[in-house]
């Protein structure tokens, strides 16, 4: 079992930044794939970004490419998405989510791939 805590979120405004944080409770955390996701009022959850677990490579979704960066720390079992450039449209709740799951080379961008996920932080970008 895997707990998640986000924290980080807040009110910006259009080009700002902010720096998202999700640690996790377990000490194996160098041991998962960890995924942002987020989900807008009325929209699906989507696909953010993932920070594999094999080589610490990261993927990301067409509409955040070149804006957002993912890291990760396993010493402090904490994974960080550093959002620069943000948009009225990246207004959403976001969500870190885990997998202990072979990644070789996959990328999971599927949510339902994820087993694990924490309670959200909100993320309002005003324009």
């Known amino acids: 079992q895997v707990q998640l805590v986000e924290s980080g979120g807040g009110l910006v405004q259009t080009g700002g930044s902010l720096r998202l944080s999700c640690a996790a409770s377990?000490?194996?955390?160098?041991?998962?794939?960890m995924g942002w996701f987020r989900q807008a009022p009325g929209k699906e959850r989507e696909f953010v970004v993932i920070?594999?677990?094999?080589?610490?490579?990261?993927y990301y979704a067409d509409s955040v490419k070149g804006r957002f960066t993912i890291s990760r720390d396993n010493a402090k079992n904490t994974v960080y998405l550093q959002m620069n450039g943000l948009k009225p449209e990246d207004t959403a709740i976001y969500y870190c989510?885990?997998?202990?799951?072979?990644?070789?080379?996959?990328?999971?961008?599927?949510?339902?791939?994820?087993?694990?996920w924490g309670q959200g932080t909100q993320v309002t970008v005003s324009s």
């Open positions: 377990r000490r194996t955390f160098s041991n998962y794939n």
């Open positions: 920070i594999r677990r094999s080589d610490g490579s990261p």
């Open positions: 989510a885990a997998n202990n799951y072979y990644s070789g080379g996959t990328f999971y961008t599927d949510r339902m791939s994820y087993n694990y």
